[in-house]
């Protein structure tokens, strides 16, 4: 049998960018640049690693997780009011610099603004013949199996937790049975550093070095997703800097998240696969060089390493070679072992029979789908907007079907997905905004492959391939920017604004819609104010000092007065 012709020059043509932050028109720009240098006529999809900071308002800065000096309302506000229009298709996934009040109201995913999808919590769309999955937020083992707890107001840990990645949007993507040819996610999936030249990574972000060594750097969940999806392509950003590495599945390769620390001195590994960062993805000529443009406009001119003093979380548990099964709900105050078990095993001798938990079997591992067939994973993670950094990459995706009488591609639904978020909606109901919530346990793989295979017959008779195509309906829900100073009082009081489009998702495939709110609730809620907070003067001293910490600016109401109204 002959093996199909692939031609690159009618390929799908995407860019991929790293982190946002806030600064589309000068991305839009480089890409335009990059573009004119290749002599392409433009790209069919923008790729945004996260950090996109879809900033409507001064109501929204509020809710970045943010030292208070990197605040800027940026750019975004000028797409979503209409007085600029994006130039190319553009998708990002969140990161943990977000307007997290925004995305949240499309956690299924949605228009931001014309022709700027937000991919949501976790998704799968279609793009001409590319199937791409998206996972959103990163990765805090500590967060990990709790419910989606914060729903505005938001206390000041609300506004760290809320884009920390959860199992159970994880749960879904593992139940992917088909190929998938890229993969995102903001954080880089866990071992991904020693894939690649992760000599010279270091040399270039020497902090890395340890928390690589010690197990605790990178997404454990996207290190998981990664290996069940098998993507072409996996782009991450967050690390600011560019980092190319190759993931193999074949019987020799070995666990994507050894440490070769561990068995080898550092002097004697010889990684067969690793790249120089200036040079393509691999040996083929699948992608061009990245580009680094300076002379591109940029908005902010102020080198931040936002992601990494913030986030250094002190007072949260250390996993140290995290996995995703050591990842507990909570985090036990310091008591020796035998203690705890011995106080607990007394406890629950004490209890009625009727309170005895019964042991569950142990889950039987995941089989490896039989449709997902590639070998080959090339992750790429790239840098921030900035001169001279290496934060943009083309590349034109080779295939068999010339896609170009289908231009300009348009963003379409994935059948197998919609099955998937179908079956969980109506047997796992997503609860939101209730700290007291539980997650129901991961049913075996059996159980969830007979619920998504008796969704997708639904699918198949319910929702027409004219459905598919997303529909490309945005409206504003926010008021737009007035050029107002986001650390003005008026601006603290931030109200909840339902999504239509996530409305319109959920009657297309008939399932309850969590963030539907009445007037009324949205009132009682705001009245009740901000959950205690045990962390705020934490916040609010280093708020006060004015430094790199988790000030969240001055004179604010949110988290100071311990669940008073958020006005005062």
Known sequence: MMEPILNEERGVRLAVEGCGHGTLNAIYASVEEACRRKGWLGV???????????????????CVSMPAKYRSMGDFHEYYSGQRNAPYLTIFVGGNHEASNSLFELYYGGWVAPKIYYLGAANVV????????????????????????????????????IYHIRELDVRKLLQIRTQVDIGLSHDWPKGIEWKGAWKQLFRHKKHLEDDARNGQLGNVAAAQVMDRLRPRYWFSAHLHCKY???????????????????????SEIKNADEIDLDVQIDEASTADDPVSIKEAPVVNEDEIDLELDEENDSNAPN?????????????????????????????RAALPEAFHRHCRPKPVPMEHPPDIINLKTKFLALDKCMPGKQFLQLISDPIEKDVERDRPLKLEYDREWLAIVRAFALAEPLIVGDPQARVPPPKCEAEYRQLI????????????????HVPEVFSITAPVYDG????????????????????HFCEMLEIPNPFEISKEAKAARMAAGTRPDPDAERYVFKRDRGGPGRGRGHGRARGVNKGRYRGR
């Open 44 to 62: 069919d999809l923008l790729i945004i690693g996260g950090d996109f900071q879809s900033v409507r308002n001064a109501y929204d800065l509020n």
């Open 126 to 161: 279609r793009l001409g013949p590319l199937r791409i999955a998206g996972m959103s937020g990163i990765w805090k083992g500590y967060n990990y199996r709790k419910p989606h707890h914060e729903r505005l107001p938001y206390n000041e840990t609300d506004i760290k937790s």
């Open 244 to 266: 190319a590495a190759i993931v193999r599945y074949d019987d020799a390769a070995s666990d994507p998240q050894e440490n070769p620390s561990t068995s080898i001195r550092q």
């Open 319 to 347: 996993f140290s070679n995290q996995s995703v099964e050591k990842v507990s709900d909570h985090f036990e105050p310091s008591m020796s072992l035998s203690a705890r078990t011995s106080s607990a095993q007394e406890a």
């Open 453 to 468: 295979e008796e969704q997708q017959k639904w699918i198949e008779e319910h929702v027409a391939d004219t459905t598919l």
């Open 484 to 503: 107002g100073n986001w650390n003005l009082p008026q601006y603290s009081i931030i109200e909840e604004q339902p999504n239509p489009q996530t409305a």
